[in-house]
């Protein structure tokens, strides 16, 4: 798995989403589809958690492979 980015799903590499969070990872490739939104680097491909609207304390967990 040294060879995996999120260029791919990232369940293709083992990553996946928690069970027993608040919020929800987003995976982002710049390159497949540009951004309108001026902080995120264009051609870059990453994982991200959107808190707008969310509280103190929520948590976001992405499981990685063993």
Request: hydrophobic share 25%.
């Amino acid at each position: 798995m040294g060879d995996c980015d999120f260029e791919n799903s990232y369940t293709a590499c083992g990553y996946s989403q928690g069970k027993e969070d608040d919020l929800d990872w987003e995976q982002l490739n710049t390159v497949e589809k540009p951004s309108t939104d001026p902080w995120i680097p264009t051609g870059s491909a990453f994982m991200m958690v959107n808190t707008s609207d969310r509280y103190a304390g929520q948590r976001a967990q992405l499981l990685t492979p063993s």
